[in-house]
């Protein structure tokens, strides 16, 4: 129901919308960062209709990718 | 990492997908909540790599999908307004109303503009001061933030030819309207990510527990849907009925507070009509009094009244228990028969996240045949 | 692109002065033969147009003679990589192409909205009479007609095209059979999401350039080589997805083609992402698909390759008897699934 993508903001101006440039597999768009406090350049963000609605956490993203890759057949990947 | 091609991996998906034919021993009907998640199962074919014993229905989370006719005619009569710039999600534009659609309006010489993001309906109203912009502020939990964030804007910068025509529609009271049904089949949920990425899953727990039924917070790439669904067929085999999330790298338990704040700050919850399911109370969102002077409803009420909705929607078509997945939409006498994406009868025959649409789109040969 | 960078036609304001399209320039007196002299001529002179003729007659060879027409109403007029002039040649240079002849001539016909800024006409046609000089196919005949203010979109261009298909040479749809290779020229969307990059209330920046670019040169190389071409078809609106479709139902066959080795380059998919439309279904001006017998696969690619406009060329999939006349995709994750006519615009998806 909600297109939300990942990009990776490039840059933030001190605006009141908190505009910050993010890519997205390199084109860019402006996109307010106003709900995401804790988002950086560098970090990616989850982007819907112009607003970021939050910050990846690259920890459990390749956490869950590890689990995924060791996946035994038999045995499920407990609950985050 | 960039986190799209990473979760598109052939041996990752084939390994999740075994681990879940493995898993299931008995047939289970569970439900992806999300259109997003519907048009990615399609997409990628992920229902060819799941055992035939498990059956999934698709629900109605299709914002466009779900907007009842009276909405939409609201929306023709307010876009046929000579000094209305009317901003839309471009979807919307082509899903029948009761007398036409939105692209209808449009080539009659309304001013109907397809916009990305409501601040560039906000950038119109600032560049064009003599005429009135509104919105069909269409959404989800995902989406009201964004329009929340935009009304804010308008209220502090002054901006007063600008305006929302709300549709808004929350998703838990929607899955405990197809959970209280008694013709009710589903015994399992994929909860949309990026509902709740706004707005955390503390209300699924209270969901879980009444209705004895396991939820699952997924992600929208093909190997979260796998590993959601790996999640939900061992809770189901195992008894279980909690709330899990796969999309932890989006999703935390309290959701995104900013985001809940500034939605809590402009709207509060007000009974929704669903198309093709009917009202629910407290399934929708509408402005506070506080922000009535950008509330469509309340400043265009004359031209509103004059809209001579008849709102009535099409005997053969069966989006209502296709969007509460009582049935898959080839069930429906009228698929890819008298309804077509040309032809729509239904909205989610219109929308390409609807599940009709995109079952017509990228149906298998298996089922195309049947 | 394949311009001629050295050709730099100089166009000066018309005698007039006037800056912009009135009704009057569409209505056959001088300011429609100033129009005509100082802004067409000067930009495609060449010996046949000259003659200033209705219309324009050319030597006759041995052969089969093709004729196209297209209309072009792109929106914005300018893009990244293009514009509307370079757009109508290189489209209709590529449907000669496409019937396997070489271009000849072209003509242009243009329809003007009354207030249209002459120097965006000018930029237009000079645009368009670069394209012309670097294909190599002059442009020999045209008409303008001038609507009301409101009744246009700036400018809307037509042209029609005269190709000769070389003796022995047949290039159709039908021709198609089980069995043949599917090649495609090269990466998809570039056109298509660069038009969009400029579009009001969507817009975006990223390096994207229109894919725009004539294609008869390694179209005519692939003929001229004796390689048993049973169908061309350049992937304009509706993209690859469409001009398969189309082919299956006129060849009655059916198709299997494999998602994973198809090119999209990153920005064109990241574009796709953030907008929800799929790749395989926006339009490109510079991109072909042909139907070749597995014998010939190897020299087609090679000779693909060699040309710019190609040289990403690959094989994409297999015609077959089956389930006819489906396009089948196997997709990223190796499950199959059907790739459907899309039954009107790709719009924005946002929600």
């Not at chain 3, 040649?89 to 019937?99: I, S």
């Not at chain 3, 329809?111 to 930029?123: A, D, Q, V, Y």
């Not at chain 3, 047949?170 to 043949?180: A, I, M, T």
Request: charged share 20%; hydrophobic share 45%.
């Amino acid at each position: 129901m909600c297109l939300a993508v990942p990009g990776q903001v490039l840059s933030i101006t001190d605006d009141q919308l908190r505009t910050g440039t993010v890519s997205f597999g390199g084109v860019t768009k402006d996109i307010s960062l106003a709900l995401v406090p804790d988002a950086g350049v560098g970090d990616y963000v989850i982007v819907h209709v112009g607003f970021a609605i939050s910050k990846l956490d690259e920890k459990a993203a390749l956490r869950s990718l590890e689990l995924m890759a060791q996946l035994d057949r038999r045995e499920a990947p407990g609950p985050s | 990492m960039k986190y799209v091609d990473e979760y598109r991996d052939r041996t990752l998906a084939t390994r999740l997908a075994e681990r879940i034919t493995h898993t299931v021993h008995r047939p289970w009907t569970i439900m992806e909540v999300c259109g997003g998640q519907t048009h990615a199962i399609v997409r990628f074919g992920l229902d060819a790599l799941l055992p035939t014993s498990l059956t999934v229905v698709h629900g109605p989370g299709c914002p466009v999908c779900v907007t009842p006719v009276g909405l939409i005619d609201q929306a023709l009569q307010l876009a046929s307004l000579p000094h209305v710039i009317f901003c839309s999600f471009g979807d919307m534009l082509r899903v029948p109303g009761s007398r036409g659609d939105l692209f209808g309006v449009k080539a009659a010489g309304g001013d109907v503009r397809i916009v990305y993001s409501p601040l560039d309906a906000m950038t119109l109203a600032r560049a064009n001061p003599a005429r009135e912009v509104v919105c069909f502020a269409v959404g989800f939990e995902t989406t009201a933030p964004a329009w929340a964030m935009a009304v804010i804007q308008a209220k502090e910068s002054g901006l007063t030819n600008f305006s929302l025509l709300v549709a808004h529609v929350l998703v838990p009271p929607a899955m405990e309207a197809i959970l209280s049904s008694p013709q009710n089949r589903v015994q399992g949920f994929l909860a949309a990510g990026h509902v709740c990425t706004v707005v955390g899953y503390e209300d699924y727990e209270a969901l879980a527990a009444r209705y004895r039924v396991p939820i699952v917070v997924a992600g929208f790439e093909p190997l979260d849907i796998l590993e959601g669904i790996g999640l939900l067929v061992t809770q189901l085999e195992e008894g279980r009925a909690e709330v899990e999330n796969q999309y932890v790298r989006s999703v935390r338990r309290e959701g995104n507070r900013q985001a809940r704040a500034v939605v809590e700050e402009v709207f509060e919850p007000a009974p929704r009509t669903w198309r093709g399911i009917g009202e629910i109370a407290r399934s929708g969102l509408q402005l506070r009094p506080a922000y009535a002077a950008y509330d469509a409803a309340v400043r265009f009420r004359e031209a509103l009244s004059q809209a001579g909705s008849v709102g009535v929607e099409d005997p053969d078509c069966r989006s209502g228990l296709v969007l509460q997945g009582l049935i898959k939409p080839p069930d429906c006498p009228a698929f890819a028969t008298r309804c077509t994406p040309e032809q729509p009868l239904g909205a989610p025959m219109v929308s390409s996240e609807g599940a009709c649409a995109a079952y017509y789109r990228y149906r298998s040969h298996v089922k195309r045949e049947t | 692109m394949t311009e001629n960078k050295s050709y730099e036609p100089a166009c000066p304001l018309p005698a007039s002065g006037k800056q912009t399209v009135q009704l009057a320039h569409g209505g056959g007196g001088r300011l429609m033969q100033e129009l005509i002299r100082d802004v067409f001529l000067r930009a495609f002179d060449n010996p046949m147009l000259a003659h200033l003729h209705d219309g324009a007659t050319f030597p006759n060879e041995k052969g089969t003679l093709a004729f196209t027409t297209d209309s072009y109403v792109v929106h914005p007029l300018f893009f990244p990589g293009g514009d509307i002039g370079s757009l109508a040649v290189h489209g209709t240079v590529n449907d000669l192409a496409m019937c396997g002849a070489k271009p000849l001539c072209l003509s242009a016909g243009f329809i003007l909205e009354e207030g249209l800024n002459l120097e965006t006409l000018r930029r237009v046609v000079e645009s368009m009479a670069k394209a012309a000089q670097a294909a190599g196919v002059p442009i020999v005949t045209g008409d303008t007609k001038v609507v009301d203010r409101g009744k246009g979109d700036g400018i809307f261009v037509n042209t029609a095209g005269v190709g000769l298909v070389p003796a022995g040479v047949r290039v159709l749809p039908e021709l198609v059979r089980p069995g043949d290779a599917i090649l495609l020229s090269g990466d998809l969307g570039c056109h298509g999401i660069a038009v969009l990059s400029v579009r009001e209330g969507v817009a975006f920046t990223g390096n994207v350039e229109s894919d725009s670019a004539p294609l008869h040169q390694v179209v005519g190389e692939l003929v001229d080589s004796g390689i048993e071409i049973h169908c061309l078809r350049d992937l304009t609106r509706g993209g690859l997805a469409s001009a398969l479709n189309e082919i299956a139902v006129a060849a009655k066959v059916g198709m299997v083609s494999d998602e994973a080795v198809i090119p999209v380059l990153e920005t064109v998919r990241g574009a796709c992402e953030l907008m929800g439309l799929d790749p395989l279904y926006v339009a490109n001006e510079g991109r072909f698909v042909a139907m070749v017998p597995e014998s010939d696969v190897e020299s087609a690619l090679t000779i693909m390759r060699r040309h710019s406009v190609a040289h990403q060329a690959v094989r994409i999939g297999r015609v077959t008897a089956e389930n006819p006349p489906l396009v089948a995709l196997q997709t990223l994750l190796g499950t199959h699934r059907i790739l459907d006519l899309l039954s009107g615009e790709q719009l924005p998806r946002i929600c």
